[in-house]
């Protein structure tokens, strides 16, 4: 979805620009909310349904349930696991909070576990050593668009018993030894936050499974426990999926592949022109593991020298935009100080919360933009590296 025709190079790039994205299919979303509020059923219905059978299909799971957040789909695998007090659960500390929120909601222990600084995942080789006779779980998440190396990861369950949750919240499509992300664990969770690479018009969510039993439990605990109606075998939450966000969702279905193969052509064009630079001692590239198929929801640089900071201010005085995903690591966060997690005791991940920048990827991002945002970095850090050598 990359233009190329953009040949006056623009002052400004966003980050994200959600509206460029929906623009194209504002009169299908406009036209089916307008038939929904015409017909009343905004709390399942068809399509939900409708969603759920696309996303399990593109997942290649038999079943995928919604619910109403990718924080509530990762609270909700916990759930139908009864994972809670007493148990500890092994996450990433280089993530998203609700990773590692959903764990400490159910009295549970989130144990953190140092990253591979390549790839920004889970390090499998670490796990080994944080499983105790308390462990229940472990969530791998597949960070910024790329699978953690499921394979490992879910040998090492199986050797101990353990259930396998992905957080799959930026990587619809992605793929591990050919394998689709959501489709190599007990449960999946997605988010369709707006700015995901399946972005709904608010929040939502999914968990996908493969055992019906585990289906079953997950579609009663999204709706209070609850089935049939007012009859409650189980304690649940309200987490359900709004028929609005289920629908425009389902349009949107149409072209995650679309979506995702442009972010690829933007990564690699990231690739090409960073990989020649002039400034690569400043710089560290995103790269894509061997048997991967990485749908870059975020394009994630490292600038060494302890330039981060300043780089990405200079940047935005220039009018490009960019984020730090993520400044503080979670085992270094105020409330989860009672875990006694040590600063230093996680090194990789706290160097790549200093060091990494995210570069506007978004699959509507002209060619124009994207040249622009690399001679912005490029000519900000050439200023800086002249000023550190002086």
């Not at 759930?79 to 809670?84: L, N, R, S, V, Y």
């Not at 949750?165 to 793929?175: F, K, L, N, P």
């Not at 994630?300 to 730090?324: C, F, H, N, P, Y």
Request: some cysteine; glycine content about 8%.
């Amino acid at each position: 979805m990359q233009s190329g025709k953009d040949s006056v190079a623009p002052s400004n790039v966003p980050l994200l620009d959600v509206g460029r994205g929906n623009a194209p299919i504002r009169e299908r979303f406009l036209q089916r909310i307008a038939e929904i509020y015409d017909q009343g059923c905004f709390i399942g219905g068809p399509d939900c349904k409708e969603l759920e059978r696309l996303v399990a299909e593109a997942c290649g799971v038999e079943y995928a349930i919604g619910c109403a957040s990718g924080s509530d789909a990762l609270l909700l695998a916990l759930m139908a696991f009864d994972i809670g007090h007493g148990d500890e659960v092994i996450v990433p500390s280089f993530t998203f909070f609700a990773t590692a929120s959903a764990v400490a909601r159910l009295g549970a222990r989130p144990v953190f576990v140092d990253i591979d600084p390549v790839s920004f995942n889970i390090n499998p080789e670490l796990i080994h050593k944080h499983i105790t006779p308390r462990t229940r779980a472990i969530i791998p998440v597949h960070l910024f668009g790329q699978c953690a190396d499921m394979n490992a990861i879910n040998e090492i369950a199986q050797r101990y018993g353990l259930v396998v949750i992905e957080d799959a919240a930026q990587a619809i499509g992605a793929q591990h030894a050919a394998q689709p992300a959501c489709s190599m664990s007990d449960v999946g969770c997605l988010s369709f936050y707006p700015t995901k690479n399946l972005g709904g018009c608010g929040d939502g969510g999914m968990v996908t499974a493969r055992d019906a039993d585990v289906a079953d439990r997950l579609r009663k605990l999204a709706n209070h426990g609850m089935h049939p109606r007012y009859h409650h075998s189980l304690i649940g939450i309200n987490s359900r999926l709004d028929t609005f966000q289920a629908a425009m969702l389902a349009i949107k279905m149409e072209f995650v592949e679309q979506y995702a193969d442009a972010r690829r052509a933007n990564a690699a064009r990231y690739q090409s022109r960073l990989g020649a630079s002039k400034m690569a001692e400043w710089l560290e590239l995103p790269s894509e593991s061997e048997g991967n198929h990485h749908v870059w929801n975020q394009f994630t640089i490292r600038v060494k020298g302890g330039l981060r900071d300043r780089v990405r201010e200079d940047m935005r005085q220039a009018g490009v935009g960019s984020e730090v995903y993520y400044p503080i690591p979670l085992h270094l966060q105020e409330c989860f100080q009672y875990l006694g997690v040590r600063h230093g005791s996680l090194p990789q991940t706290e160097k790549a919360a200093a060091e990494v920048l995210s570069l506007p990827i978004f699959p509507e991002l002209t060619a124009a933009e994207l040249d622009r945002a690399i001679d912005v970095l490029e000519s900000t850090l050439a200023r800086m590296s002249q000023t550190a050598a002086a």
